[in-house]
């Protein structure tokens, strides 16, 4: 199921242009260890507004049910979110308020402040590709872990499933951004 579930995030991101697209999740102990990678040709203030977009996640992002910024002192944001994630055939409804610590232009670290996962800490990183200005490496690490009666083992796929989903979701709007904002120059 996780190499299909890598598979169709390839196929999918490479649709709609993104490059070197890639997603591994480990289970480490008790948590589930994530790393995602894609190259994107869009604008870094394109890039950077789509990750920070907190009251319009839910819109794009597959799972995401609801988020709303709740509190913003300078680069620190709280956010509290809601939404659901898929592990085989049953739903794990997700509630919880994250801090966002947004560091311009290259990191936005994010930790679980309270909610139903045991743990929540990550960060997203924007890497300018060597000799361009419009080509980057957006990358998310971190860790997660769920607050259910099942076993890690058995929930980690379906798990691995929806970040690749919410990962897919976060580039293509992206992409969706870039091609809107080419546009209307072109007018």
């Known amino acids: ?38 190259t994107i040709r869009a604008p870094l203030p394109v890039i950077w507004h789509t990750l920070t977009d907190y009251d319009h996640l ?4 597959p799972g995401m049910k609801a988020s709303r910024v709740l509190q913003r002192q ?19 409804p997700i509630a919880v308020i994250v ?3 947004e560091r311009y232009p290259a990191t936005i670290g994010v930790r679980l402040l309270s909610g139903n996962l045991r743990q929540l800490t990550g960060a997203y990183r924007i890497e300018n590709v060597p000799g361009t200005h ?20 058995i929930a980690a796929p379906g798990l691995r499933e929806s970040l690749a989903d919410q990962f897919d979701g976060m580039v293509e709007e992206i ?11 072109a007018e």
Request: aromatic content about 8%; overall charge negative; hydrophobic content about 50%.
């Open 58 to 61: 839910a819109e794009f992002i």
């Open 134 to 153: 419009d080509q980057f490496v957006l990358r998310w690490e971190g860790i997660i872990e769920p607050d259910i009666a099942l076993p890690l083992s």
């Open 1 to 38: 199921m996780a190499v299909a579930a890598a598979a169709a995030l390839t196929l999918a991101c490479e649709a709609h242009g993104a490059q070197d697209v890639g997603l591994d999740a480990q289970l480490r102990g008790h948590v589930l260890a994530v790393s995602a990678h894609a």
């Open 74 to 92: 300078g680069g620190s944001v709280t956010v509290e979110q809601t939404g659901e994630a898929k592990f085989l055939i049953f739903y794990y």
């Open 99 to 101: 801090q966002s610590d």
């Open 175 to 185: 992409e969706r951004r870039r091609i809107l904002q080419a546009n209307s120059r």
